[in-house]
């Protein structure tokens, strides 16, 4: 159209006569072989070809539209083909993701807080760590039944002394001078380690592996020091229970009893044996071992309490009063007695009705 334009201004005025004259003045094409490469003749001129365009990154392959409409009249839309084009996109994307590498580890039964998983499935202690870092500040008595168990659960996995294994701790708090039995009772084998924590500094003090099962042994809280013993409190000291066998070579885990009691001699008639209860324990130690003059071997000292007065009661250590290999009791004193004086408050009120 816009060539037969220039044509008809050409014709009505000279000073018009801009038009490219490289143009035809007359139709462009008869047939789409007379345009250039990628074009089509429509209404006698050259358009491009709608299958030539570029689509995404794909070659396009197929018939060109055919259009359809009666030749001269230009109402056929240009491109409105019935052929069936089969593109075949060829993108190339280049993914090259590394996600090639080792399996991540895993052990079992699962490491402690302290320890990872190493590439050979074996849990290794982090650097820098040691066995009482495990280890908080739970107290047991020196009198004193706890049933416990040593597992993945209850208790702490460390290496220690070349093993891996579960750890069960308690801390023994007493007075200066004390000695306490401990027994660990299980039906498996047992390790217990005695250490000294109280400065964080995890020193190793004893370790105990005396049987199959059962180990029994003394902590002394007297050690390097000379009675009469000052009533203060003793350095704390951790008692930690493991099994002998590692984890994976043989029993590593069960349950077992943590027994502590106080033992007020060793020597004399009433050696090594504990007593009935605590107060028992208590009393009979402040008569013996914070007042000078009495021994295990030649009294049955009167008890006294928290003050540091009689309570009307004498500690049963002498053949007259006990049988070895019993526990120690308290016997009552009678009016008049020693141990009725008047620091148990005899005379008065606060006198103990055996004493009156």
């Given at each position: 159209?816009?060539?037969?334009?220039?044509?008809?201004?050409?014709?009505?005025?000279?000073?018009?006569?801009?038009?490219?004259?490289?143009?035809p003045?007359?139709?462009?094409?008869?047939?789409?072989?007379d345009?250039?490469?990628?074009?089509?003749?429509?209404?006698?001129?050259?358009?491009?070809?709608?299958a030539?365009?570029?689509?995404?990154?794909?070659?396009?392959e197929?018939?060109?539209?055919?259009?359809?409409?009666?030749?001269?009249?230009?109402?056929?839309?240009?491109?409105?083909?019935?052929?069936?084009?089969?593109?075949?996109?060829?993108?190339?994307?280049?993914?090259?993701?590394?996600?090639?590498?080792?399996?991540?580890?895993?052990?079992?039964?699962?490491?402690?807080?302290?320890?990872?998983?190493t590439?050979?499935?074996?849990?290794?202690n982090?650097?820098g760590?040691?066995?009482?870092?495990?280890?908080?500040?739970?107290?047991i008595?020196?009198?004193?039944?706890?049933?416990?168990?040593l597992?993945?659960?209850?208790?702490?996995?460390?290496?220690?002394?070349?093993k891996?294994?579960?750890?069960?701790?308690?801390?023994?708090?007493?007075?200066?001078?004390?000695?306490?039995?401990?027994?660990?009772i299980?039906?498996?084998?047992?390790v217990?380690?005695?250490?000294?924590?109280?400065?964080q500094?995890?020193?190793?003090?004893?370790?105990?592996?005396?049987?199959?099962?059962?180990?029994?042994?003394?902590?002394?809280?007297?050690?390097?020091?000379?009675?009469?013993?000052?009533?203060?409190?003793?350095?704390?000291l951790?008692?930690?229970?493991?099994?002998f066998?590692?984890?994976?070579a043989?029993?590593a885990?069960g349950?077992?009893?943590?027994?502590?009691?106080g033992i007020?001699?060793?020597?004399?008639?009433?050696?090594?044996?504990?007593?009935?209860?605590?107060?028992?324990?208590?009393?009979?130690?402040?008569?013996?071992?914070?007042?000078?003059g009495?021994?295990?071997?030649?009294?049955?000292?009167?008890?006294?309490?928290?003050?540091?007065d009689?309570?009307?009661?004498?500690?049963?250590?002498?053949?007259?009063v006990?049988?070895?290999?019993?526990?120690?009791?308290?016997?009552?004193?009678?009016?008049g007695?020693?141990?009725?004086?008047?620091?148990?408050?005899?005379?008065?009120?606060?006198?103990?009705?055996?004493?009156?």
């Open positions: 159209m816009r060539s037969s334009l220039c044509a008809l201004l050409w014709l009505t005025s000279v000073a018009l006569a801009g038009c490219p004259t490289a143009e003045l007359g139709a462009a094409c008869a047939v789409s072989a345009c250039p490469t990628g074009q089509l003749c429509v209404d006698k001129a050259c358009v491009d070809d709608p030539s365009l570029p689509v995404g990154e794909g070659e396009g197929g018939d060109p539209g055919e259009g359809e409409g009666d030749p001269g009249e230009g109402e056929g839309d240009p491109g409105e083909g019935e052929g069936e084009g089969e593109g075949e996109g060829e993108g190339e994307g280049e993914g090259e993701g590394e996600g090639e590498g080792e399996p991540a580890p895993v052990c079992t039964p699962s490491c402690g807080e302290l320890q990872r998983c590439a050979t499935n074996v849990c290794t982090d650097a760590t040691g066995l009482c870092d495990n280890f908080g500040a739970s107290v008595d020196y009198f004193a039944d706890l049933n416990l168990n597992n993945g659960t209850s208790g702490e996995r460390y290496t220690y002394d070349s891996d294994r579960y750890f069960v701790n308690r801390v023994i708090d007493a007075r200066q001078g004390m000695l306490v039995e401990v027994a660990v299980a039906a498996f084998d047992t217990a380690y005695v250490i000294n924590d109280s400065s500094q995890c020193t190793e003090l004893a370790a105990i592996d005396g049987s199959y099962g059962d180990e029994r042994f003394k902590v002394n809280f007297g050690a390097g020091l000379t009675p009469p013993f000052s009533g203060n409190d003793a350095t704390p951790d008692v930690a229970v493991t099994s066998a590692a984890i994976g043989g029993t885990s349950a077992f009893t943590l027994q502590t009691r007020l001699c060793t020597t004399g008639n009433a050696a090594n044996d504990v007593t009935d209860s605590q107060t028992t324990y208590d009393q009979c130690f402040r008569a013996l071992w914070e007042r000078s009495l021994s295990c071997e030649a009294s049955n000292p009167c008890a006294r309490n928290a003050a540091g009689t309570t009307g009661k004498w500690c049963g250590l002498q053949s007259n006990h049988t070895p290999g019993n526990p120690i009791t308290l016997g009552d004193d009678a009016y007695g020693p141990c009725c004086g008047s620091s148990a408050g005899c005379p008065g009120a606060g006198c103990p009705a055996n004493c009156l």
